[in-house]
């Protein structure tokens, strides 16, 4: 499980660097500069309907969207099935699978891609990541998830910039593990649970956790809630990804350079024990 932080001051200090893994809106908002959306499908020319529009959306992401429609198609598969995790959905959104089906996705190109550690403070091994995914809080269908390709949905590693004071940033030759709650980042688990902490948020299960305070908190208790009613689903539909055609592939893989291949061989057993707000494990 994911303890909380300690100090919240911290984070509340150093808000204009800090961009959160998971991120709900209360409105869906414009596409910022940097975000791929989907393109839209519309019928053939002989009016035939397509049966999965977003399937076939998901097409002009490329890699990005192969990589979603993977996990996409488990999750749908979980919602049709009866467990407590699909259950729990379907308390808050009797037709779940079918809402799911209906989501759209967007790709964030210009997102963060650093760790940032604060080495300042009354917290000096505080270390916030960069952002997974965001969407609506409470919206209807065909809403879009936005995902970062720079985050735990994709990335399997982050180089780590320390804040040394507020007018010191300096870009470590380190890179750490990037995770979603307790699994590695670009794993399918981790792409399975990214999806259905923002599914929660778009059907109103989980309490909005961008913009209000103890945000960074209220994201990681939300993140343990899904995983208290899903966790052993999840495990059991990341084993499907593994086995489909470039599961085992990220995306853009950030990858030390040949110079900081020792450091990270060094670093490697080091753990973060939370999406955004972690600490190194001893």
């Known amino acids: 499980m994911l303890s909380v932080p300690r100090r919240n001051a911290v984070a509340f200090a150093i808000a204009i660097f800090v961009t959160l893994n998971f991120a709900c809106l209360p409105s869906p908002a414009q596409n910022p500069v940097g975000v791929i959306a989907a393109r839209a499908i519309t019928p053939t020319s002989d009016g035939d309907t397509?049966?999965?529009?977003?399937?076939?959306?998901?097409?002009?992401?490329?890699?990005?969207?192969?990589?979603?429609?993977n996990v996409r198609a488990e999750i749908l598969g979980l919602l049709s099935?009866?467990?407590?995790?699909?259950?729990?959905?379907?308390?808050?959104?009797?037709?779940?699978?079918?809402?799911?089906?209906?989501?759209?996705y967007a790709v964030d190109s210009a997102g963060p891609g650093e760790i940032l550690k604060l080495q300042e403070g009354p917290d000096p091994a505080l270390a916030i990541h960069p952002y997974v995914a965001r969407t609506g809080q409470n919206v209807g269908q065909g809403s879009t998830i936005t995902l970062n390709a720079h985050g735990a949905f994709f990335q399997e590693l982050?180089?780590?910039?320390?804040?040394?004071?507020?007018?010191?940033?300096?870009?470590?030759?380190?890179?750490?593990?990037?995770?979603?709650?307790?699994?590695?980042?670009?794993?399918?688990a981790a792409r399975l649970l990214t999806l259905l902490h923002e599914f929660g948020h778009i059907i109103d299960i989980l309490p909005i956790d961008a913009g209000v305070p103890a945000g960074p908190m209220l994201s990681?208790?939300?993140?343990?809630?899904?995983?208290?009613?899903?966790?052993s689903q999840i495990?059991?539909?990341?084993?499907?990804?593994?086995?489909?055609r470039g599961s085992q592939t990220l995306i853009a893989v950030r990858r030390p350079a040949p110079g900081a291949e020792t450091l990270w061989r060094a670093d490697s057993?080091?753990?973060?024990?939370?999406?955004?707000?972690?600490?190194?494990r001893p």
């Open 235 to 244: 495990r059991a539909h990341a084993k499907n990804i593994h086995k489909s």
């Open 50 to 69: 397509l049966a999965d529009p977003v399937e076939k959306e998901l097409l002009d992401l490329g890699h990005f969207g192969e990589s979603i429609q």
């Open 158 to 188: 982050a180089r780590v910039r320390a804040r040394n004071s507020p007018n010191d940033l300096t870009l470590d030759n380190k890179y750490r593990s990037l995770v979603v709650g307790n699994f590695p980042g670009g794993s399918p």
């Open 81 to 104: 099935e009866e467990s407590s995790c699909s259950a729990w959905f379907r308390a808050a959104e009797p037709e779940a699978a079918a809402k799911f089906r209906s989501l759209r």
């Open 220 to 231: 990681v208790r939300n993140t343990e809630t899904v995983l208290s009613h899903c966790g």
């Open 269 to 280: 057993a080091q753990k973060w024990e939370r999406p955004y707000l972690g600490r190194p």
